[in-house]
Antibody, heavy 122, light 106 residues
Framework: EVQLVESGGGLVQPGRSLRLSCAASGFTFDDYAMHWVRQAPGKGLEWVSG????????GYADSVKGRFTISRDNAKNSLYLQMNSLRAEDTALYYC???????????????WGQGTMVTVSS | DIQMTQSPSTLSASVGDRVTITCRAS??????LAWYQQKPGKAPKLLIY???SLESGVPSRFSGSGSGTEFTLTISSLQPDDFATYYCQQYNSLWTFGQGTKVEIK
C-alpha cells in the first residue's frame, strides 16, 4: 500500500525551530518529487515547498523562503522540512504529498499523508 | 506569482443536481491544472489532473475542462458522498491553490 506518514509536529514558541519528517512506503521513493502543503485551522490549502527526485530542483513559497528548508534522504525513504524562525501564522496542519509522474516536478499530487499539526504559540 | 480564483465560494445543491465550479488563473497556465476534493478531517484527494484527465478510481460523474486561464469542474449528478470542499491547483509555475468551494446540502 502506498503510504505517507508525517511526524514531528507539536507546540513551539515563536522564533523557535521544528523539523518535520515524512516516511514513505509502498512505492519507489527516489523516483518521485515530493512536496509539503499546509492548511491553517479552518482555512484553505497552501503549497509550502517541493523537491525533485534527486534534490536538483527545490522551490519555496514566498511566505517561508529563507526560514524553511526542504530535504530528502532517498536511502531512508524520507522527506523533511526544517522550519526555523517560526511565527504564529505558520500554525497549520502540514501534509506531505507525492507527485503523479516518475521524475516529474511541476506536477499534481496524487498521494497525501494525514498531516502533522504545528502550533506556534507562546 | 499566479493567483487562482474559484467561484462560487459556497454552493448549495441537492442530490442529483449538476454542479459546476469555476477556477480562473491570473495568467495562462496551459492545461496544468488539478482538482482536489477534501472532506472534514481528511487529506485532499486528487480528482482531475492536466485539466481534464480523470484520476484512477474517481467516478466518471466528475469531469474537468478548460485551458489557459478558465477551468471548470463538473459533477454530472451530485451524490451524497460528494458534499465536500473542492480546490483547484495550478502547477505551471510553482504551485498555487484556489481558495476552495464548499458544496453543501441544499
Amino acid at each position: 500500500e502506498v503510504q505517507l506518514v508525517e511526524s514531528g509536529g507539536g507546540l513551539v514558541q515563536p522564533g523557535r525551530s521544528l523539523r518535520l519528517s515524512c516516511a514513505a512506503s509502498g512505492f519507489t521513493f527516489d523516483d518521485y518529487a515530493m512536496h509539503w502543503v499546509r492548511q491553517a485551522p479552518g482555512k484553505g490549502l497552501e503549497w509550502v515547498s517541493g523537491i525533485s527526485w534527486n534534490s536538483g530542483s527545490i522551490g519555496y513559497a514566498d511566505s517561508v523562503k529563507g526560514r524553511f528548508t526542504i530535504s530528502r534522504d532517498n536511502a531512508k525513504n524520507s522527506l523533511y522540512l526544517q522550519m526555523n524562525s517560526l511565527r504564529a501564522e505558520d500554525t497549520a496542519l502540514y501534509y506531505c504529498a507525492k507527485v503523479i509522474a516518475v521524475a516529474g516536478f511541476h506536477d499534481a499530487f496524487d498521494i497525501w499523508g494525514q498531516g502533522t499539526m504545528v502550533t506556534v504559540s507562546s | 506569482d499566479i493567483q487562482m480564483t474559484q467561484s462560487p465560494s459556497t454552493l448549495s445543491a441537492s442530490v442529483g443536481d449538476r454542479v459546476t465550479i469555476t477556477c480562473r488563473a491570473s495568467q495562462s497556465i496551459s492545461s496544468w491544472l488539478a482538482w482536489y476534493q477534501q472532506k472534514p478531517g481528511k487529506a485532499p484527494k486528487l480528482l482531475i489532473y492536466k485539466a481534464s484527465s480523470l484520476e484512477s478510481g474517481v467516478p466518471s460523474r466528475f469531469s474537468g475542462s478548460g485551458s489557459g486561464t478558465e477551468f471548470t469542474l463538473t459533477i454530472s449528478s451530485l451524490q451524497p458522498d460528494d458534499f465536500a470542499t473542492y480546490y483547484c491547483q495550478q502547477y505551471n509555475s510553482l504551485w498555487t491553490f484556489g481558495q476552495g468551494t464548499k458544496v453543501e446540502i441544499k
